[in-house]
């Protein structure tokens, strides 16, 4: 079993530190894709004819994402010290280890969902998700 175990309640009652740390990783996550696919631009510009852009512009945009690199990081650790397993960095998609008869599944959640609603079997994943139908 996970370190930490939640309840459908606990898992819901966790959101709201949980939440703005997971909103927190999928905006930082757009933003490094975006500056991986302008820093993919810069070099191939800068390595024809120059484009209009120098080397410094590259320098900013890969000082820009090693910050982010660091800011995420930070994020995946405050989920994990809260004690919930990361799935998906993009989506800010999460689990909750939890017991269900005696058998332990993950309560699910991503950014962009009210609440922890749905549960999942450790092997079924996302496609796997069911609507939590038990009590405390």
């Known amino acids: 079993m996970a370190e930490r175990s939640f309840t459908p309640v606990e898992a819901n ?10 909103e927190r990783l999928v905006a ?10 302008a ?9 024809g004819n120059g484009g209009g852009y120098a080397a410094s512009d590259l320098n900013a945009a890969q000082s820009e994402l ?15 010290e809260l004690g919930v397993v990361l799935k998906d960095l993009d989506l800010g998609l999460l ?32 496609a796997g998700r069911k609507p939590i139908d038990w009590d405390e």
Not at 28 to 37: A, D, G, K
Not at 39 to 47: M, P
């Open 28 to 37: 930082v996550r757009t933003r490094m894709r975006e500056l991986e696919e």
């Open 39 to 47: 820093q993919s631009v810069l070099i191939t510009a800068i390595g």
């Open 13 to 22: 009652n966790a959101l709201p530190e949980v939440r703005p740390v997971a």
């Open 95 to 126: 689990d909750f280890p939890s017991e269900r008869d005696g058998e332990e599944v993950l309560l699910c959640w991503r950014v962009g969902e009210d609440s922890v609603a749905f549960w999942h079997g450790l092997a079924d994943g996302f």
């Open 66 to 80: 090693g910050g982010l690199a660091d800011a995420a990081l930070a994020c995946v650790e405050k989920l994990e």
